[in-house]
Structures are given as structure tokens and as C-alpha cells.
């Protein structure tokens, strides 16, 4: 399924060619409805529960209008077939990519593989000058990530990455308030990530628990939250430090099992998921696992885990912001805390942290004690900034209201500037394009090349691309 080098379509498009070392993001605008007639032919490559429901059913219904699929791809055959029905889509399927890229000949390529393989899938989209769209992260290492650099900069495509994290109200809102320099020049970051025991544990069940396949949860789940600190602080990550280790899952553990479902331990292990109560997934996952061997409920206590469960990063921007950053693997609880430092104040934001979410409960009970859940809801439905000037004993607070949809309405707003508005004005800069994917993996790749080392990696070290105080610049 490795594509191979093709000769390019005979076609031109209205793009904007970058050199990789200083390359500007290209916008989500880039894929341009100015010059649109007819539907956008869509093809996917990786029938996963994520290309399946948020890149698949999900835009059919949405942009169905603005969209067609002409053909899906996998290596499964089982999982393929039952992703089409999921998603309603009516066109050919392929087990190889790129027979179905040369049949089908699509206008946008949407890659939902396994982490380690994106690049493969994306640079062969490129070299057919077809658009891609990527789930994060966009490749694994730098290697790989400089050969997707290069791709895009001889394609007359473009590449865009989902960062559905920016499009969030709250995010959005502390970058509002950061562009407005709200407590002046900002100093230092304080950024802590919080996965449960629920959430936590699913990365280690699935291929995400062994760096081969995901580079580690610092470039599969961070490349978020990097994204967020590059997009926020709007600077370059320069160099890193970090300090991890695998202490929980995989080995660290007296019993393991072949997978959930068949385990002897399940009766005493706290951790045992039973996925014979997600018809979904039986059908996508368990009814499919005879052709590749893939087990949706594997054990998370299995010899082969290698990714660290437990992160500590250091990073130096180049506009001379220090951010503090740790992930944690198995918490009570989900949820993030962050703090910017500036001269003249702080900045503190919070989401899923529990006794703030009661606090916010309490202070509506005691507003209204004839409240309806529906009410309830609403007056909850929000997520908390608070703002500390110095010299200064009050606080201000900020309620960002929250909309129905994953992210507090981001991820609709995300596809929507995909799809149905690309060439609309983006004054926050929320689109990412290849630059921002190969920052954000960058602070991964180069933090888990700190922790097998032991020292400080600069980032310029990796690739081409070279590091500025202004992002992109």
C-alpha cells in the first residue's frame, strides 16, 4: 500500500508555492470555493472509528451538498466494508491506495491512518496534486516530516492539518485576549494536562500505547496542545527538555491478559473495559479482527507498550516565553489547568477540573433554586478565565459560553471553514496548514529525542524549517 511516485494531473490551481525552510502556513482557505462548480470529490484512506464518524457521516450530512465521496480505502476489507454503510457513502472501495487514487482521481484526499503511516498517504496525495487533509498528528517523526515538507513545496496542492482544539470558544478567547496583550508582554506558561483513568487507559488498549505506531502520546495526544501553545503564544518552539517514563501500563503490572473480553483477571482488574456493550465497535472492530489481527480491547498491561505514561517538557519559544508542560495518563479526572505570566499580570484557565465544575453548579442553585435541568444546563454551560492585574486584589472573571457539538461547537466551526467557508476571513488565524503540523510535532518528536538522550534538543536540528520569534515569519 506504499503510493509510489506518479507523474502529476495537468492541472493548475490558484496556490501559493512556500520554500519548506521558511514556509507560511497555507490557511484552510486554501482550499478555495472561489473556483468551485461542482461538488468536491472526496476520497479516505483509514475506515477507524475517527475517519468513520467525524471525517466521514459526519461531513456527508453536514456538506453533503458541497461534498462526495468516490472512494474509500483501508486494509481491512471487513472494517472497510462496514465503514461505507456507517457513513452512507455510495462509491467504490480499495484495499489498495493507490489504485484507488488513480481510479477515482479525487480533488481532496482525507488521511484517518495510524499515525506512522500519514505520510505516506499524504505525500501521495501531494505528488498527485490532490489536496490533502490530515488528522493530527501529521507525521511522526522528523524524518517523515521533512519529506511531506518537501512534497507540498514541489506540489501544486496543499496540505491543511485538523486542529479542532483551536476552534474551541475557550481557546479562542484566551488568544483574543493574548493578541490584545491582556497582561502585557507575556514571561512563562504553566500548561498541565490532565487524561483519566477512562480516556487515559484507551491510548494504551489501541496501537497509541507503542511509539512505533504513534511516536509516543508526546506526538499523538501533545501535538494538540503544541499546537495551542505555538497558535497562542504565536512564536516558535527553539529548544526542548524532557523527562518521561512508562511506570502504570504495559509491563508494570503482576497479570495481563490476551485481550478484555477473554481475560481470566477481568473479575479483580479495575481497568477491564467490556466492548461487548458498543455495538459499534463490535461490528467495526471485533467482527473485523480475523484480517489484520487488530484487538480494539487489548490488554493494557501487554509486554509490548512502550509510550511513557507519565511526561514532563520544557520548552523554550523563541520570542523568549518559557512554558512548563506535564501529561499525566491516569487521573481521577479530565481536564487541563493553564496560566500565562505576562509583566503587568496572569491569565488562569481551567476546564474539567471537578470542584469548579460543582462551584459553577452551587452559584446557579443559589441564583435560581427553581431552576429546570434544561436551565440548569445553560446557566453551567460555560468555561471560566480569570485575570489577576498586578498590584491588584480583585480578579476579573470571564464566562466563555460553550455551544452544543464536540469542543464547545469547535469542531463544528473547524469543518465549517473546511467545507462550506474557506475563504473566509480568519483574523485569529485558526487554519493550520503544513507549517503548524511539523511545529507541533517537532516539540514531540524533539522531547522523547530528549528523553533517551538526556539533554536539551533544538529544534532547528530536525528540519529545514527555521525557528522564528514570530510564527511563521
Known sequence: ???????????????????????????????????????????????????ITFWGRTIRERYGDLIEFVGLCDINPGRLEYGKEFIGADCPTFTDFDEMMDTVKPDLLIVTTVDATHHMFIIGGLERNVDVLTEK????????????????????????????????????????MLV??????LTSVDFHWYLNVYHGASYFRRWH???SSSGSLLVHKATHHFDLLNWWL???????????SLEHYGSNHPFRGNKCRTCPHKDKCQFYWDITQNDTYMDLYVANEEHDGYIRDNC??????????????QIQYANDVQVTYSLTTYSPYEGMEIAFNGFNGRIDAWHGIPWREQDKVNQAELHSQEMSQEEMEKATNYEEIMVMDNFSSQHEQIKVFQESGGHGGGDVRLQDQIFRNPDMEDPLEHSAGSRDGAMSILVGI??????????????????SITPHPSRGA
Open 1 to 51: 500500500m506504499s503510493p509510489k511516485k506518479f507523474t502529476r494531473k495537468d492541472f493548475l490551481k490558484n496556490t501559493t508555492g512556500a520554500l519548506a525552510g521558511s514556509m507560511l502556513a497555507k490557511p484552510a482557505g486554501a482550499f478555495s470555493k472561489s473556483t468551485q462548480t461542482q461538488k468536491r470529490r472526496v476520497a479516505l484512506v483509514g475506515t477507524g472509528i475517527r475517519g
Open 137 to 176: 498528528p501529521m507525521t511522526t517523526d522528523e524524518i517523515k516530516c521533512q519529506r511531506v515538507l518537501d512534497a507540498e513545496e514541489k506540489s501544486e496542492a496543499d496540505l491543511i492539518v485538523g486542529f479542532n482544539y483551536r476552534y474551541s470558544p475557550h481557546h479562542t478567547k484566551l488568544k483574543e
Open 180 to 185: 490584545n496583550r491582556r497582561v502585557g508582554k
Open 209 to 211: 500505547g507503542e511509539i
Open 234 to 244: 504565536d512564536s516558535d518552539p527553539v529548544e526542548v527538555y524532557a523527562e518521561a
Open 300 to 313: 493494557l498491561w501487554r509486554h509490548e507498550i512502550d509510550s511513557y505514561d507519565k511526561m514532563s517538557v
Open 446 to 463: 524533539a522531547a522523547r529525542k530528549s528523553i533517551e538522550s538526556g539533554e536539551p534538543v533544538r529544534v532547528e536540528d530536525l528540519t
